[in-house]
Nanobody, 127 residues
Framework: QVQLVESGGGLVQDGDSLRLSCAASGRTFSSYALGWFRQAPGKEREIVAAVTRRGRITHYADSVKGRFTISRDNAKNTVWLLMNSLRPEDTAVYYC????????????????????WGQGTQVTVSS
């Protein structure tokens, strides 16, 4: 099992940056593909970014491409989401998620693919 704890959210202004962190428990962190999702009020949870278990392949939602960067350090059991040029429409609760991956190139892009979730961290971007 994996337990995930997010941190780093907060209130920022349009154009600012934030870096979210997600610390994981467990000794097999490197066996899990990871993702960052977000959920705004009244909307469904959507994928923001995903990374393979070794960190070599990443995926981004079109809405954040070029502004957000997902990265991981398996030695530190941590995944980050660096968010630049934040916009009011980025306001949401952000969740990290993990799913066991049997291959280095597997990306998990669907919410239902993930088995483990953090509690979420609020990001609010004011205009």
């Amino acid at each position: 099992q994996v337990q995930l704890v997010e941190s780093g959210g907060g209130l920022v202004q349009d154009g600012d940056s934030l870096r979210l962190s997600c610390a994981a428990s467990g000794r097999t962190f490197s066996s899990y593909a990871l993702g960052w999702f977000r959920q705004a009020p009244g909307k469904e949870r959507e994928i923001v970014a995903a990374v393979t278990r070794r960190g070599r392949i990443t995926h981004y939602a079109d809405s954040v491409k070029g502004r957000f960067t997902i990265s991981r350090d398996n030695a530190k059991n941590t995944v980050w989401l660096l968010m630049n040029s934040l916009r009011p429409e980025d306001t949401a609760v952000y969740y990290c998620a993990a799913t066991y991956s049997s291959a280095n190139n597997n990306l998990a892009l669907r919410r239902l693919s993930y088995d483990y979730w953090g509690q979420g961290t609020q990001v609010t971007v004011s205009s």
